[in-house]
C-alpha cells in the first residue's frame, strides 16, 4: 500500500473488475466507431390537393442563423411553416441567390409558386 490508511488492496481492485467490467469511460474514449448503418432514401409522399389548392402560392422568409460561428442561410415559409436550413461559406449574395434558387426549386419540384420573399436588409 503506496497511500497510508488506504484500506484497498490489489486484490480488491481485481475482484471490482471482474464484478463490474473495465471502465466504461476508457472504453468509450478508445474504441473505434464500427461502420454506420447506411440511410436509405425515400420517395416523396404525394401531397394533399386541398393543400396545393389552399397554399399553392408562398412567402418565403430568409435570414441567416450561426452556430458556432458559421454561417447558415435558412429560409421558413409562411402558413406551410417548410424549413431549409444550408452551410454557405460566406454571407456574399452570390451565396444568397443560389441558396433561395435551390429553395425555389423544391417548391416548384411539389407545385408551388415562390410568390414573395422576405427578408431583412442585411441581404
Not at 31 to 48: A, D, K, Y
Not at 100 to 116: L, T
Amino acid at each position: 500500500n503506496y497511500i497510508l490508511d488506504n484500506p484497498l488492496t490489489l486484490d480488491d481492485s481485481q475482484r471490482a473488475q471482474q464484478v463490474y467490467g473495465k471502465n466504461i469511460r476508457y472504453i468509450k474514449g478508445h474504441r473505434t466507431q464500427p461502420n454506420p448503418i447506411q440511410v436509405h432514401t425515400t420517395r416523396p409522399f404525394p401531397l394533399p390537393e386541398h393543400l396545393l389548392q389552399h397554399h399553392r402560392n408562398v412567402t418565403l422568409c430568409i435570414d441567416f442563423v450561426f452556430f458556432n460561428g458559421l454561417p447558415f442561410l435558412q429560409t421558413i415559409s409562411r402558413k406551410l411553416l417548410f424549413r431549409t436550413i444550408e452551410r454557405v461559406p460566406s454571407r456574399h449574395h452570390r451565396n444568397i441567390l443560389a441558396h433561395a434558387k435551390k429553395s425555389n426549386q423544391i417548391y416548384e419540384h411539389r407545385g408551388f409558386i415562390v410568390q414573395y420573399v422576405h427578408d431583412d436588409n442585411e441581404l
